[in-house]
């Protein structure tokens, strides 16, 4: 019975006598099952489900000093705060008193808000341990107190400043397809939510935390680009600090990095990747972390490493450094392309009479031929120069990027030039390690529509190892969704080929032999 008034939500649990017969006993009130305890110390109401899976409390072990453990995983908690002494979460409490001869207990209506703070704090150090089944309870706890659960991501990116000394990285960019791929289905987002945010607590706990610089300087674009351009982190990222200082934002950083992407071949093509990544994380949780996301391109932008300064690329800057001139050629069919070296590919393709659309699907398809015929057993060779390492992700960032350059060129045509030379450096590179012969389709796959509908219900249970791989399997499922829509029925079948391949194919996560081997080569030339 529950009365109100100057009772203050009073229940009656129990008759004393029934307790004192024992040292325990359970009441399920409002639906809530609550343990009582009858100690030394007095009487003491806790809620009877474990907050570590939910196993019943009232089967635990009664210790001195009001100690309660469970059984089934060794967590213990103070009767009298609810505190755990060994374990992680607080065991809910509640007030009880003796009236004519029946435990009362009080059952308050919570305080959604009070609810929501102590769930970030779990959340944070949960985040800090990188607990994953403690972030997955904080994540649900709050979302169970009216919490939105862009409000953690929100408050994760905005931690990321100081915690990913990297900049914007995997992580940021996942959680942009994590959001996308949930879309309104709330059990689906719980998913996505705790898989991205996981993905940030793991990177975390490898980087060192990074201070940003405070001061800002006055906004001066050049000054910003030259500062990139000449790596210097503290002077662009004050500079970025000044932008926002004087009310510019995404909208006028964005520009900038993209002409500064486009100008080399850097970071492997994440700077491409990321930044139309950034623009979709900042449409689905807001301006709130604009200037944040600002911050961690421009440090990103900053540490990419400059591919196109190294002999294997040089040739990139050197044709982008001259005009285009444009020859009575077109470009050989995707399988020849694929087999291309770069010195060769890159000129060729720089001067194609083709349109710029349709050098992207050849590249494009040329890149899911190589996907097709990457020699798998190449990532399980020991005795081999680094050089020589290659696995998956060398062939899907080809297709990534792909998918981020007509993100980005179909709104500047400008940036298709560097654009296409970037995605023949990707098949030039790769063409080294791909098996001779016809390339085989699986013609057993079923239609564009099933076939994606099965492998993104499969991301949201997938075991695909640590964070940097399964991360790769939700860019390339998004990517190539999005890509089948815009090319040709071929090369439509290509790409769901080759994602096809890759989803199913094994994937070297370590290389023990390998690496040691590797290492005393390096050593022994110090």
Not at 319 to 329: F, G, M, P, Q, W
Not at 409 to 415: T, Y
Request: proline fraction near 4%; aromatic fraction near 10%; charged fraction near 25%.
């Amino acid at each position: 019975m529950q009365t109100t008034g100057n009772t203050l939500f009073w229940h009656k649990a129990t008759a004393l006598v029934q307790l004192e017969k024992s040292d325990r006993t359970i009441v399920k009130i409002d639906d809530k099952q609550i343990a009582f305890f009858n100690t030394d110390d007095g009487i003491f109401a806790i809620n009877n489900r474990c907050p570590h899976e939910g196993y019943p409390l009232i089967e635990g072990s009664l210790q001195g000093d009001c100690k309660l453990a469970c059984n089934w995983h060794g967590w213990a908690f103070d009767l009298k705060s609810g505190k755990a002494i060994q374990g992680r979460d607080a065991v809910k409490t509640y007030p009880v008193k003796i009236h004519d001869g029946y435990v009362m207990v009080q059952i308050v209506p919570p305080d959604k808000s009070v609810l929501r703070t102590a769930a970030l704090v779990e959340f944070d150090e949960a985040f800090a341990e990188h607990d994953y089944e403690r972030m997955a309870r904080a994540i649900c706890r709050y979302e169970i107190a009216e919490g939105s659960l862009d409000a953690i991501a929100i408050h994760t990116v905005k931690v990321s400043l100081t915690t990913h000394e990297r900049g914007f990285g995997h992580a940021h960019a996942g959680l942009a397809d994590w959001i996308s791929l949930a879309g309104d289905d709330n059990e689906l987002r719980l998913v996505a939510f705790l898989e991205a945010l996981g993905h940030f607590s793991w990177d975390t706990i490898f980087n060192p935390r990074t201070a940003f610089p405070e001061r800002s300087l006055a906004w001066d674009q050049a000054d910003f680009l030259s500062a990139i351009d000449a790596m210097d982190q503290p002077l662009a990222l004050s500079l970025c600090r000044g932008a926002f200082e004087i009310g510019l934002g995404f909208a006028d950083i964005r520009p900038l990095l993209l002409e500064q992407n486009f100008r080399h071949y850097a970071g492997f093509g994440h700077p491409a990747i990321y930044l139309a990544k950034a623009e979709q994380l900042l449409e689905y949780l807001g301006n709130e972390i604009e200037e944040t996301v600002c911050l961690l391109l421009t440090r990103y932008w900053c540490i990419a490493a400059r591919e196109d300064l190294i002999p294997e690329f040089k040739q990139f800057g050197d044709l982008l450094a001259v005009s285009k001139n444009t020859e009575d050629i077109l470009l050989p069919q995707p399988e020849i392309l694929c087999e291309m070296p770069q010195r060769k590919l890159l000129p060729l393709v720089d001067s194609a009479a083709e349109e710029d659309m349709e050098k992207w699907e050849s590249l494009l398809a040329a890149s899911a031929i190589c996907m097709l015929r990457f020699d798998t057993a190449r990532q399980d060779i020991v005795d081999q120069p680094i050089a020589q390492n290659v696995g998956w992700l060398a062939f899907t960032h080809a297709i990534t990027f792909a998918e981020s350059l007509y993100f980005h060129a179909e709104r500047d045509p400008s940036l298709w030039r560097s654009g296409l030379l970037q995605q023949a450096c990707f098949i030039g590179r790769n063409s080294r390690f791909l098996t001779q012969g016809p390339t085989i389709i699986n013609a057993t796959l079923p239609d564009a529509t099933d076939f994606f509908a099965v492998q993104k219900a499969a991301l949201f249970n997938m075991d695909a190892g640590d964070y940097i791989y399964s991360v790769h399997r939700l860019k390339m499922v998004s990517a190539v969704e999005k890509l089948v829509k815009l090319v040709s029925h071929d090369t439509s079948k290509l790409l769901i080929s080759a994602l096809n391949k890759y989803l199913s194919s094994p994937l070297r996560q370590k290389h023990p032999a390998r690496t040691i081997l590797q290492a005393k080569a390096t050593v022994s030339r110090e």
